[in-house]
């Protein structure tokens, strides 16, 4: 006779025995499930990188890792694999009927925007899918039978080239859709029903977004990287070919419109509503992580002389308001990625309606006076700003303004530490009230203390770990109203560069993490995961970290010269977890100056298999991992 088995136990057991195609975990977020009274562990076994020895393995996304899912000798394990929604520039299905080009880019009229350089004139697309959010909306529901209704929202960075092979970086408005997701409710598998173009008509457009999270209430939360420098605005022919594809108009645009914090709710129809928070900083943004109050955020800058900057809500689940501080480092060692205690510096308050009404009608003179050689006036104050020195004057009265239009600037002249180079993505392990920073390279803002920063470090980068605790007063002395304010900081993990070249090519230890990108913590798996942005691994990968155990496992490999990019570790939907990937610009060569020798040995080999395979090297895909069979019974 079968003894009774207890809800939380038959359920831990489900997750041990079944045989899903695509669920990582199944666990709630936060959550620790348990078989027997023991945690349930999860241990990825990592992969070893694709060589030339198979040069499809590097030409295309490559996974060989598994997943194990317990704790015990026998428990089972699954092979890792990757599927696809679309490759951009495929034809699909539109949300409401007929079809759009996937990852197409639109004018603020949501009319195509065709490449004039090819010989059809077809619509321009991105091969730079980034951030990616899935998520589950009350009240939708799939008309098909066994399965339920999810969303995806993916934006797109940029556009490598148009047809002609010209360059087109920071001359288009990036693209954001939402997809209609089908889930099957016993294997879990996502099939794509239908894409739906964001209208971003009342945003101004959007500029160059970059890395993305899903917010505590559901959302998206976009970027809006290396804001346009409004100061410059005259001669910045790329911002005026921008305004132009936006517009039809070269000088409508208007830089502080750009660079601000998008935010995207999805509808139960599969349509998404877009707004900007401008009051939230006007800095490189990245993305971003919200803290479980709900209130606090953390958010990368990825620029050279950038800051690590925090904002506060008034409000719970609402970003439309509050307080936005810059940090200040306090270094205490210099040696292997150094180390530091963290000082706030408050840089104002204000609404989003407050700095977009002052974005309408400021300009840059109305606000700031920047002098590139020294003016040898004490009314200037110098600064350090994108790898150079300035001289700056803020306008009296104007201090508004400038903590949330000129927040690189204004940062830097309050005495916040501006000397990260490239702070891309942040995350959060909640459990041990840690937040993980990825610090793309270590480069010269970062050594030679122009930013208030002088360590050493890996070209190759690091990933840091804030320490996050309550009671903290900014440098007025006024409390700052949270208990998740980091306190110090030191690398959690090195990337390591080498001396020479290996056989391959590479510039940083292929087993070791080289400029990391995108950073996702899972609760339940006690994971980091980590993207490679790298121009030292000749293929980026993707990685996972225990932070209990220490072991460090390769899972994916993108295509040579690829990005891994639109990172998302998604706890329970219905029952299932996912491993959100995209990856960007496949067959992008670095085949000059320091680093000649990066793809010199495999770009013969690789080029014509990666334009074979991603559309002459204009796609990348839009997807994420999967479990695709066992390989050892539990």
């Known amino acids: 006779m079968t003894e009774p088995v207890s809800r939380s136990r038959r359920r831990a057991l489900q997750l041990l025995t079944g045989m899903p ?18 945690p349930l562990r999860y241990r990825f076994g990592g992969m070893a990188a694709p060589t030339l020895a198979q040069p499809a393995q590097m030409a295309e996304v490559f996974v060989a890792s598994t997943l194990t899912r317990g704790s015990v000798a026998d428990a089972p394990t699954y092979a890792l694999g990757y599927e696809t929604f679309f490759l951009t520039g495929d034809s699909v299905p539109r949300t409401g009927g007929g079809r759009v080009v996937a990852g197409g880019y639109f004018d603020i009229h949501n009319a195509p925007i065709p490449d004039a350089s090819a010989p059809d004139k077809r619509q321009l697309f991105s091969d730079c899918p980034d951030g990616m959010s899935l998520l589950q909306v009350p009240g939708a529901r799939s008309p098909r039978r066994g399965h339920n209704r999810l969303f995806a929202v993916v934006q ?5 080239k148009n047809a002609a092979g010209e360059s087109m970086l920071r001359l288009l408005p990036s693209p954001i859709a939402v997809l209609t997701l089908d889930q099957h409710r016993q294997s879990g598998t996502l099939s794509l029903v239908s894409y739906a173009p ?13 890395g993305a999270s899903r917010s505590p209430w559901n959302t998206h939360l976009s970027s809006e990287e290396y804001e346009p420098d409004a100061t410059t605005l005259a001669s910045n022919a790329r911002f005026k070919t921008f305004s132009q594809n936006l517009y039809g108009d070269p000088d409508k645009a208007n830089p502080y419109h750009y660079g601000h914090l998008p935010e995207v709710t999805v509808h139960p129809d599969g349509s998404g509503s877009i707004r900007k928070h401008y009051c939230m900083g006007r800095i490189s943004h990245e993305l971003v992580e919200v803290m479980p109050d709900a209130r606090t955020v953390l958010m990368g800058d990825d620029a050279t002389h950038g800051g690590f900057f925090m904002f506060i809500a008034d409000r719970a689940r609402d970003l439309s308001a509050g307080t936005l501080y810059v940090a200040k480092w306090l270094q205490k060692s210099a040696e292997k990625g150094g180390a530091a205690d963290l000082k706030w510096i408050r840089l104002g308050h204000a609404s989003s309606e407050q700095i977009e009404a002052l974005a309408n009608r400021c300009r840059a003179a109305d606000i700031v006076d920047v002098k590139t050689a020294d003016p040898s006036d004490p009314a200037y104050t110098p600064i350090p700003f994108s790898g150079k020195t300035q001289w700056v004057r803020f306008v009296p009265g104007q201090e508004l303004a400038a903590a949330f239009l000129e927040t690189h600037r204004y940062a830097a002249f309050k005495g916040g530490s501006l000397g990260f180079t490239k702070m891309e993505g942040t995350t959060l392990n909640a ?3 840690i937040a993980y920073s990825a610090i793309s390279s270590v480069q ?15 070209l190759a980068g690091m990933v840091y770990a804030w320490k996050l605790d309550g009671g903290q007063a900014d440098d007025s002395g006024a409390p700052i109203a949270s208990a998740w304010v980091p306190v110090s900081g030191a690398p959690l993990l090195l990337g390591e560069d080498l001396t020479t070249p290996d056989a391959l ?16 913590f899972s609760e339940a798996m006690r994971t980091l995961f980590i993207g490679e942005d790298s121009d030292r691994h000749v293929n980026n990968f993707l990685w996972a970290y225990n932070v209990d155990d220490g072991r460090l496992s390769r899972l994916l490999s993108c295509p040579s010269g690829a990005e891994s990019t639109g990172l998302q570790a998604v706890g329970d939907l219905n029952g299932f977890s996912y491993i959100m990937s995209n990856f960007q610009h496949p067959g992008d060569w670095v085949l000059k100056e ?41």
């Not at 930013?451 to 890996?458: L, N, Q, T």
């Open 21 to 38: 195609l695509l669920p990582l975990a199944g666990l709630p977020r936060h959550a620790v499930a348990t078989l027997e009274g023991q």
């Open 156 to 160: 797109f960075e940029y556009a490598s």
């Open 198 to 210: 964001v209208d971003t008509r009342s945003v101004n457009g959007l500029w160059i977004t970059c």
């Open 431 to 433: 459990r041990d009230k």
């Open 444 to 458: 010269t803002a970062m050594t030679d203390g122009s930013g208030g920063i002088a360590i050493e470090g890996p």
């Open 505 to 520: 090519g590479n510039l940083a230890h292929p087993d070791k993490i080289a400029n990391p990108d995108n950073l996702k």
């Open 594 to 634: 320091k680093s000649t020798r990066l793809h010199a040995q495999v770009h013969a080999t690789l080029d014509p298999i990666v334009a074979a395979r991603y559309r002459g090297k204009f796609s990348a895909a839009v997807g994420y991992l999967t479990l695709s069979r066992r390989v050892r019974p539990g």
